[in-house]
């Protein structure tokens, strides 16, 4: 069963019905004991890096998700604020996320290119590696996007995609079980629904 | 590179999807959930409901729409219309809205936008601003003047001030809607859209006036809008929404073409 981990960062029901609609159902898991009973998971989640973080440690899913994560190796996949709290460590509060991919996370600055933060709305994907969650998507697909704040990876081999905002940003990445896009697929119409059914089918 | 946003406006009475010029004369014209899908299916980018059900008591069948909607369609869309509380937001963003605006409400209370992205994200929060052109004076310096209840009370409060303070206050985007254009079919307040737009560093909808692609154009190049709101011009079958974004991409304007 695939479980979306509910830490009380953002509404959880539009990811949760788009996988009811590729066929794989998905169940919310808020507590340590329904993350332990997942054999993949999804961490979605908007809003602030550092508060997030805190959640998860005071509710103890920070320690779970790392058991499940690092030494059961479920398969996992951040979506937005949930990718980016898989990295070592993010300008936004100053605090350290899981640290399963080496990567850091800091706020768009566009002080000469005259560019909106936050980045808001459709924008493409230049994939480097379509074998896992690219599987058979048009490259001229368009993704949702929505943040002010972006990672960064150490190992160009983890990138899977890259986005054109100012400059070339990471849009999704993988590293061995740990999968995470920026943008939402669960508002990406077709296209993003693809995503999810590869990752449902990993 | 992002692509400007292409966004159909349902207004929603008890349930209904309704079309009225400058907020009068509404006629039903719709189930929104269904209408909702039609667009999803077209090429909509991002969907735009605003309750207009006056009875705050009737505001459950509003949150029942939200919850249709969401098991419906994949992208994001937003809701607005007497939100005025927190608990307001909250209703309507867990039954499956991305992005809830706040009007008149934040007009008379800001701090209900700082509150609410402070609750939920800035990302949630849209401003919406009605605006009408008053001429500029030493009150209004830029001419233009924040009115609520669809245009009838003025607010003394100028527009672009009002912008810049909710963007301040945490607002994630702006739906700005010109209530002298609203209606018209005669193309959007290009002059106040472009005002606004350079103003802030938040994207910025366009909204009121729209009645042929080119107004979308103008609004979206000269205009410097994000995203364009369309109602009655799609609602009525007299463009597509593939015909309007053609005509953008013919011209050099960046839309998601395909879907």
Redesign the interface.
């Given at each position: 069963m695939i479980g979306i981990v509910d830490y009380n960062m953002g509404n959880l029901r539009s990811v949760q019905k788009a996988f009811d609609r590729i066929g794989a159902p998905a169940k919310i898991a808020a507590n340590i004991d329904a993350v332990a009973a997942c054999r993949k998971l999804v961490l979605p989640g908007v809003g602030n890096f550092s508060k997030a973080v805190n959640i998860l440690k005071s509710n103890g899913l920070f320690d779970e998700l790392n058991r499940a994560v690092k030494i059961r190796k479920v398969p996992i996949l951040g979506i937005c604020l949930g990718m980016q709290l898989m990295a070592d460590f993010s300008e936004e509060g100053g605090v350290n996320g899981f640290g399963w991919i080496k990567a850091q996370v800091s706020r768009f600055s566009f002080s000469q290119k005259n560019l909106r933060v936050p980045h808001m709305g459709w924008n493409r994907l230049l994939i480097q590696n379509d074998n896992t969650l690219f599987k058979g998507i048009d490259p001229d697909n368009f993704y949702y996007f929505v943040h002010s704040y972006y990672i960064k990876c150490a190992n160009q081999g983890d990138v899977l995609s890259e986005t054109d905002y100012g400059n070339t940003f990471v849009s999704a990445f993988r590293h061995e079980n740990i999968y995470g896009c920026q943008f939402h697929p669960e508002k990406s119409h077709d296209a993003g629904l693809k995503i999810l059914k590869n990752f449902a089918d990993l | 590179?992002?692509?400007?946003?292409i966004i159909p406006c349902l207004d929603v009475r008890e349930g209904r999807t309704t079309k009225g010029v400058k907020f009068k004369n509404n006629i039903d014209i719709g189930d929104p959930v269904e209408m909702a899908l039609l667009y999803?299916e077209a090429g909509a980018?991002e969907i735009v409901f605003y309750d207009i059900t006056a009875s705050h008591e009737k505001r459950d069948i509003m949150i029942d729409v939200v919850r249709k909607v969401?098991?419906t369609i994949?992208?994001?869309f937003s809701v607005g219309g007497g939100i005025r509380t927190l608990e307001d937001m909250r209703d309507v963003?867990?039954?499956?809205a991305?992005k809830v605006s706040v009007n008149s409400a934040a007009v008379k209370d800001p701090e209900i936008i700082s509150k609410g992205a402070e609750a939920?994200?800035?990302?949630?929060i849209v401003l919406g601003m009605d605006v009408k052109y008053v001429g500029k004076s030493e009150k209004i310096p830029s001419g233009y003047e924040i009115v609520i209840n669809g245009g009838r009370t003025y607010m003394g409060i100028d527009a672009l001030k009002w912008a810049k303070d909710g963007q301040q206050l945490g607002a994630?985007?702006i739906c700005l809607n010109s209530i002298d254009a609203d209606g018209t079919k005669d193309g959007y307040e290009l002059t106040l859209t472009e005002l606004i737009s350079s103003a802030v560093?938040?994207?910025v909808i366009a909204s009121g006036g729209a009645g042929r692609p080119e107004h979308l154009y103008d609004v979206l190049t000269a205009g410097k809008a994000?995203?364009a709101l369309i109602a009655s011009m799609v609602h009525y079958g007299t463009y597509t929404i593939a015909e309007i974004k053609s005509f953008l991409d013919e011209r050099g304007v960046k839309v998601?073409a395909?879907?």
């Open positions: - | 590179m992002l692509s400007k946003r999803y980018d969401a098991e994949f992208i994001p963003l867990l039954a499956g991305e939920f994200g800035s990302q949630c994630g985007e560093d938040i994207p994000d995203a998601r395909s879907w």
